[in-house]
């Protein structure tokens, strides 16, 4: 059964960055489409950006393009997500899922797969 396990997390200044990584214990990610997500403390989840499994597009949040990167290492099995130049509005929890990099994948509605998490803390 997938289901993700998120890392790097951790507390950072503003401008700092951070790299996120989501993997899914016994799982060849290779070919799976993975999306990134996070949910700001009382907010609406949100996502942030998506890569298929099946030809390597990439899709972003226009927000955050530029700011953020998706990518596969597929030495170490993960997709990671690499984040620059952090503001205090980035504080929260970051979630990977899977499902098609579709039209609608930023709502995350039919992602599976879902992780605990990692808690990003952006200080002032």
């Known amino acids: 059964q997938l289901q993700y396990v998120e890392s790097g997390g951790g507390l950072v200044q503003t401008g700092g960055s951070l790299r996120l990584s989501c993997t899914a214990p016994?799982?060849?990610?290779?070919?799976?489409?993975v999306g990134w997500f996070r949910r700001a403390p009382g907010q609406e989840r949100e996502g942030l950006a998506c890569?298929?499994?099946?030809?390597?597009?990439?899709y972003y949040v226009d927000a955050f393009k530029g700011r953020f990167t998706i990518s596969r290492d597929k030495a170490k099995n993960t997709v990671d997500l690499q984040m620059n130049s952090l503001e205090p509005g980035d504080t929260g929890t970051y979630y990977c899922?899977?499902?098609?990099?579709?039209?609608?994948?930023?709502?995350?509605?039919?992602?599976?797969?879902w992780g605990p998490g990692t808690q990003v803390i952006v200080s002032p």
């Open positions: 016994g799982i060849n990610l290779d070919r799976y489409n």
């Open positions: 899922a899977s499902d098609k990099c579709h039209e609608y994948w930023s709502w995350g509605l039919t992602f599976r797969g």
């Open positions: 890569i298929s499994g099946t030809d390597g597009q990439i």
